[in-house]
């Protein structure tokens, strides 16, 4: 018994008293950044273009077109789907389709085989057809050049219509706001009104209120450029990107 109780006691004396919990440091408060007023921000805006001139001085629309029509019909294939891929199938579809009408007279389900590695191929089918139809009934077969004409095809909203109306007519009647372009216009804080990088509504009047008429086809071209070589969505290549110095995001991804 004696020998049972100095064999606990020594255990007693060999445990080591309980730590006590680290105090929690108090966060550090964060220093709210000044707003940036609109005069500031359109300055900030001009050296961000200047640099994307002198980086993709011949930034241009990816899809392969040879009038207004394979223009068009090429963007509302590109809807969900890469250029790249757009690019691989117009050739043969441009071949069986050369014009409004031929597109007006298409039967679904063999324009539907024509398109389907696109993506969405029944709806884009559908909207191709109506496209077409009504080319034919209101604008006797011709791609019109007007913002209120093109958004009365089926299938065309003002994504479509300021790429068409763009790069082909050269008319800036808008900032073509697509994934590319909403996500660097977040990043660039190009934008102050959208919700998210997906806000094309919001995003769109943004970039018309800091960016001169004259650039809004280039700057959107331009910026899907740079936002497929540097500017990715997942890794941003921060330390490669020239405009790094006017962008309040630069190396906040690590």
């Known amino acids: 018994m004696p020998a049972t109780r100095r064999t606990k006691r020594s255990a007693a004396i060999r445990k080591p008293p309980a730590k006590s919990a680290p105090a929690k440091r108090a966060p550090r408060p964060r220093t709210p950044r000044p707003r940036e007023t609109l005069e500031a921000r359109r300055a900030r805006a001009g050296r961000i273009l200047a640099e994307l001139h002198k980086l993709y001085p011949a930034a241009d629309c990816a899809l392969h077109h040879a009038d207004p029509l394979q223009l068009l019909v090429s963007t509302i294939l590109s809807a969900q789907c890469t250029d790249e891929r757009v690019n ?87 900032v073509v706001v697509d994934t590319h ?57 921060c330390a490669g990107c020239s405009l790094a110095g006017d962008c309040p995001s630069a190396f906040s991804f690590d």
């Not at 039967?107 to 077409?132: C, H, P, V, W």
């Not at 018309?208 to 280039?218: A, G, H, S």
Request: aromatic share 8%.
């Open 88 to 174: 691989k199938v117009t050739p043969e579809l441009f071949r069986r389709y050369p014009t409004a009408r031929h597109y007006a007279r298409a039967d679904q389900a063999e324009l539907e085989e024509q398109i389907r590695s696109t993506g969405f191929f029944r709806n884009k089918a559908k909207n191709l057809i109506g496209m077409g139809r009504v080319l034919c009934e209101r604008f006797d077969g011709r791609v019109p050049d007007t913002m209120a004409d093109l958004l009365h095809l089926p299938g065309v909203a003002r994504k479509t219509a300021n790429v068409v109306l763009g790069t082909w007519f050269k008319k800036n009647e808008g």
């Open 181 to 237: 372009v909403g996500r660097l216009s977040q990043r660039l804080a190009l934008t102050w009104r959208s919700r998210d990088d997906k806000d094309a509504a919001a995003i769109e009047p943004d970039l018309m209120e800091v960016l001169p008429r004259d650039e809004w086809t280039f700057a959107g071209h331009a910026l899907i450029w740079h936002g497929r070589r540097i500017c990715q969505a997942r890794k941003p290549n």
